[in-house]
């Protein structure tokens, strides 16, 4: 390895099938990344072209830096090579099966179920807003007027109706 190299900067000069053992790659791909970054070889070496390692380095990975913030087409599909597609859905689904064995992810069935239940109890809370304004200006003397009562009462409505919908489409 070491004695063909006549000076130190001949250490980082690598070619293709050198670089492509190192980096543990195809020489293919590594030939490819080359081409697409527009390396120029740093020399010749026993006929063939060297590359300095500075430059190649980044551009084998570039492409892999890249791709780790996922674009989405409009139809919610991820905008990647056909391969990297079959990498990126197999990561969905084992990050899935992830969240589901450390009961980090929760069936939305019984998500909606739980969300009905709690609406089930805030309603009638909501209900009584209005009641226990009116009941604290008459005792305590908070000083709301009728007008700002029933704007309260109006600002709540939308809320119960809303409330009410979710629990009559549960069942609850």
């Given at each position: 390895?070491?004695?063909?190299?006549?000076?130190?900067?001949?250490?980082?000069?690598?070619?293709?099938?050198k670089i492509a053992i190192q980096f543990e790659m195809d020489?293919?791909?590594?030939?490819?990344?080359?081409?697409?970054?527009?390396?120029?070889?740093?020399?010749?070496?026993?006929?063939?072209?060297?590359?300095a390692l500075r430059d190649v380095g980044p551009a084998l990975?570039?492409?892999?830096?890249?791709?780790?913030?996922?674009?989405?087409?409009?139809?919610?599909?991820?905008?990647?090579?056909?391969?990297?597609?079959?990498?990126?859905?197999?990561?969905?689904?084992?990050?899935?099966?992830?969240?589901?064995?450390?009961?980090?992810?929760?069936?939305?069935?019984?998500?909606?179920?739980?969300?009905?239940?709690?609406?089930?109890?805030?309603?009638?809370?909501?209900?009584?807003?209005?009641?226990?304004?009116?009941?604290?200006?008459?005792?305590?003397?908070?000083?709301?007027?009728?007008?700002?009562?029933?704007?309260?009462?109006?600002?709540?409505?939308?809320?119960?109706?809303?409330?009410?919908?979710?629990?009559?489409?549960?069942?609850?």
């Amino acid at each position: 390895m070491a004695n063909n190299v006549n000076g130190i900067q001949d250490a980082y000069c690598w070619s293709i099938n050198k670089i492509a053992i190192q980096f543990e790659m195809d020489r293919r791909t590594v030939t490819e990344r080359i081409r697409a970054a527009g390396i120029s070889p740093a020399g010749m070496k026993n006929g063939h072209p060297v590359y300095a390692l500075r430059d190649v380095g980044p551009a084998l990975y570039r492409r892999q830096m890249e791709t780790m913030t996922v674009e989405f087409n409009e139809d919610g599909e991820p905008l990647l090579e056909p391969r990297d597609r079959l990498h990126w859905y197999q990561a969905q689904i084992y990050k899935v099966q992830f969240e589901k064995t450390a009961k980090a992810l929760v069936d939305a069935g019984d998500y909606r179920r739980e969300m009905a239940k709690m609406a089930a109890v805030m309603l009638p809370f909501l209900e009584s807003v209005p009641d226990h304004l009116k009941d604290a200006t008459d005792r305590e003397g908070c000083g709301l007027d009728d007008a700002t009562l029933a704007c309260a009462e109006r600002a709540v409505s939308p809320i119960i109706e809303h409330l009410r919908e979710v629990i009559d489409d549960n069942n609850i």
